[in-house]
């Protein structure tokens, strides 16, 4: 059976030093645009998810009983709702270090070895965006996985042979925004299947007085409220408008974020009354003048937009799509009677299929 760290608390054989085992940064990942100390670290710091915390709460108290490393994890969502801030919080859980990496960055099953390699017992090897690491590359993870070695070349031309290399026991955590992305036996190798949802303008709303308060300048409840309802749903920009807002408040005087304040600094920021900023806009101005309200097919709209159609499906379609804004038909993207509203324009037909129906990715 494989024994990994723990922290304080832990039975008395523990290896010491667990507790003190610093997190270790490889490649930053997309969530690490935030400043040191604004990341929870523990689950009970992390706000909203509550149905994903009481889950892995068990899968860590279960694998620290046995002293085993966690099971592999895949963790997916949209960008910016805490997959890695996650991914450090069942490290830190575990008493392990955490390496972190993405899929782009490991080019070869060199660049994988080196990580692989550098792991000791029951640490968690974190890669972001991994459904895009290459096919040979994910080919090598499979053994890494399952058998705990890799298989490395060794020597050139006819005397080249292939060697095994044991590895120590880890937990792979990978993180994606596109699951359909990830190949079938990939995604079969890891034993814990868990997605992050939108969060509630509640929890968003507890999440910028925390970010405020570590920031130095506290929000009042409703000054709170009005950043957390324009932030679309996601941790990271709730973070981003709660630094920016914080700035206008500062400038003017004021001691903490009031909702005149909030309203103000986001006004001037482009954010509207329903969390929409300029490129959400004009993707619906450019369906309802461009295509008559629709549908139109995403290639058609990205190179109207002039933006790559990877941003728009990964990064404002999502938000759109779970706030009513757009659906999704058989034949391609259309506005609602509500985007409609918001906008100001006449009303039109209600889309095909009714809101919110149509699966297919055109």
Known sequence: MA???HDDGDPPDAPPGAASRPLLGGEAGADD??????????????????????????????????????DHTLLHGPPGLGKTTMAQILAHEMGVRIHVTSGPAIEHKGVLAGHLTALTEGDVLFIDEIHRLSPTVEESLYSAMEDGRIDLPVGEGS???TMPFSLAPFTLV?????TALLSAPLRERFQIHEGIDFYSDAE????????AGLLGMPASADGANEIGRRSRG?????????RRVRDFAQVRGRERIEAEDAHYALDQ???????????????????LDQFEGGPVGIEALAATLSEPRDTLEDVYEPFLLQRGFLVRT?????VTRKARAHLGRPAGPAPEGGAGQGELDL
């Open 330 to 334: 058989p034949r391609g993207r259309q």
């Open 33 to 70: 645009a935030e400043a040191p100390g604004i990341r929870p670290q523990r689950f009970a710091e992390y706000i909203g998810q509550a149905a994903l915390k009481r889950k892995l709460e068990v899968f860590v108290t279960a694998a620290r009983q046995r002293r085993e490393p966690l």
């Open 159 to 161: 005397r080249a042979r």
């Open 269 to 287: 920021l482009g954010i509207d009354e329903a969390g929409l900023d300029g490129i959400d806009r004009r993707i619906l101005e450019a369906i």
């Open 174 to 178: 990978g993180a994606t925004t596109r």
């Open 3 to 5: 024994r990994v760290r």
């Open 204 to 211: 968003l709303s507890q999440i910028v007085q925390r970010t």
């Open 234 to 242: 996601t941790p990271r920009i709730a973070n981003r408008l709660t």
